[in-house]
């Protein structure tokens, strides 16, 4: 029986460096056997230009969303499920069978997998590094996992940390470090958020979503003090099976 050839993507801005593309079609061709499917990328300056792909690209199935279009992307589609409407971002479209676009969230899924084997019972308070719409899935997981947290960004508020507050009595408190931010993705590999990484200890876990390069350096100067270090890879694998269930449940 001959399989119809089905398309999928990923929906992003400035993602050549993308790991999505290769581990899909990696996928399809060794453990899958799939050879009428194929994943490309979408890399687009506007996310008002994702209706226009969709409409040219009549075998798609389904789409990840990355940096920066998991918040803007909402409005575009017809349904969320209740994770995605409960954290307020997508990054995987299902495109149904009479052309209607959902909405899911499979990143905390991803990141809750990739971050369990880590954690010790000291672990009990998270600080997230950004607030963009990763920062949102990554808090959804901590909340389910019964981390407490807080956000940190360049500008703080009565809410959410600035930089410049994360002090020694802070980093004692909060053992885990999640940065959610793109800095320290390849090109810019020498680029990091601004932190005193002296107040890493060997009780820390820092987390990078970032997996090009595999060690950034917010995790090496993390590790030169003693901290447990992992990158995105794991979360992203994890998320990706989750998305491929969710594109082919019937």
């Not at 409005?75 to 495109?95: Q, Y």
């Not at 959902?102 to 990141?111: A, S, W």
Request: aromatic share 12%.
């Amino acid at each position: 029986m001959k399989i119809k050839a089905k398309i999928y993507g990923l929906v992003g801005r400035n993602i050549s460096y993308s790991f999505s593309a290769g581990y899909f079609n990696k996928k399809f061709a060794e453990k899958e056997k799939l050879k009428n499917c194929v994943y490309t990328n979408f890399d687009i300056k506007d996310i008002g230009e994702l209706p226009e792909i969709i409409q040219n690209t009549p075998k798609l199935k389904g789409l990840n969303v990355t940096i920066p279009y998991k918040e803007e992307v909402i409005p575009l589609l017809d349904s969320l499920s209740n994770t995605a409407k409960i954290i307020g971002a997508v990054n995987t479209i299902k495109i149904l069978k009479d052309g209607r676009l959902k909405g899911y969230n499979t990143d905390h899924h991803g990141f809750k997998k990739a971050l369990q084997p880590l954690l010790l019972p000291h672990h009990t308070k998270a600080l997230i590094l950004g607030t963009g719409g990763a920062s949102k899935a990554v808090a959804y997981a901590l909340r389910k996992m019964k981390i407490e947290y807080d956000f940190v960004s360049r500008n703080g508020s009565d809410t959410i940390f600035a930089y410049e507050d994360l002090d020694k009595e802070v980093f004692d408190d909060y053992t885990v470090i999640i940065n959610t931010t793109p800095v320290g993705t390849f090109p810019s590999i020498e680029s990091c958020p601004s932190l005193d990484y002296s107040l890493f200890t060997d009780r820390h876990i820092a987390f990078d979503l970032v997996y090009n390069p595999t060690v950034t350096k917010f995790l090496r100067l993390a590790k030169e003090n003693g901290a447990v270090t992992e990158n995105g890879y794991a979360m992203l694998v994890y998320q990706a099976e989750k998305a491929w269930k969710i594109w082919n449940e019937k």
